[in-house]
């Protein structure tokens, strides 16, 4: 199970970002995949996660309204689309997954299986 995030990189506050999650060695669909960042300095926190049985999403609430997860399933991609950012989104974000089929959101499982971040930077 191998997981890469990528999309990342320099936006002005306002600004939007798409970013993406590819598998390797495995069908996207088949789990839920979260969201997480983290900030210089700060734990990680869980961002969003689109859960695989019935494609539910979830959100933290620093970023309803502005963030959506989706799936591509033909691309095997999980997307996170970041809209009017803010200074405070800055951090490395990544994706996971517990690798458990057919798991909703939250899993029941830990998330075990995680790709290498891509930085995301706010800032006029």
């Known amino acids: 199970v191998q997981l890469q995030a990528s999309g990342g990189g320099l936006v002005q506050p306002g600004g939007s970002l798409r970013l993406s999650c590819a598998a390797s060695?495995?069908?996207?669909?088949?789990?839920?995949i979260g969201w997480f960042r983290q900030a210089p300095g700060k734990e990680r926190e869980g961002v969003s996660c689109?859960?695989?049985?019935?494609?539910?999403?979830y959100y933290t609430d620093s970023v309803k309204g502005r963030f959506t997860t989706s799936r591509d399933n033909a691309k095997n991609t999980v997307y996170l689309q970041m809209n009017s950012l803010k200074p405070e989104d800055t951090a490395v974000y990544y994706c996971?997954?517990?690798?458990?089929?057919?798991?909703?959101?939250?899993?029941?499982?830990?998330?075990?299986?995680w790709g290498k971040g891509t930085q995301v930077t706010v800032s006029s």
């Open positions: 996971a997954t517990d690798g458990i089929p057919g798991s909703s959101c939250p899993p029941a499982s830990p998330w075990d299986y």
């Open positions: 689109i859960s695989s049985s019935d494609g539910s999403t």
């Open positions: 060695g495995f069908s996207l669909d088949y789990y839920a």
